[in-house]
């Protein structure tokens, strides 16, 4: 059974800092790109931060140089490191491991609140 599980999300201060972990299970984490994603009320999910198997990173232009994605394949985790928050970051985020081939599909956690007041 594949979960994914995220963790770390709650309500900061604009400038906050948070950290958020995708836990995954039942998978082969260390040949996924894991992704993190968010979905704002009324607004349609939006990558936020990949990182392939070989640690290459991809970032949305609203989140460069605040945030930074790592993983750790020994513990089969994905971080999402947010500095500076600001009031607009307030969203669902979604952890997910990207599929590949016929036999390997996405998979989606349930998703962590992350609230940015002003």
């Known amino acids: 059974q594949v979960q994914l599980v995220e963790s770390g999300g709650g309500l900061v201060q604009a400038g906050g800092s948070l950290r958020l972990s995708c836990a995954a299970s039942?998978?082969?984490?260390?040949?996924?790109?894991m992704g993190w994603y968010r979905q704002a009320p009324g607004k349609q999910r939006e990558l936020v931060a990949s990182?392939?198997?070989?640690?290459?990173?991809n970032y949305a232009d609203s989140v460069k140089g605040r945030f930074t994605i790592s993983r750790d394949n020994a513990k089969s985790t994905a971080y999402l490191q947010m500095n500076s928050l600001k009031p607009e970051d307030t969203a669902v985020y979604y952890c997910?491991?990207?599929?590949?081939?016929?036999?390997?599909?996405?998979?989606w956690g349930q998703g962590t609140q992350v609230t940015v007041s002003s």
């Open positions: 997910n491991a990207r599929g590949f081939g016929v036999s390997n599909p996405d998979y």
């Open positions: 990182i392939t198997p070989g640690r290459s990173t």
């Open positions: 039942g998978i082969s984490f260390s040949l996924r790109t």
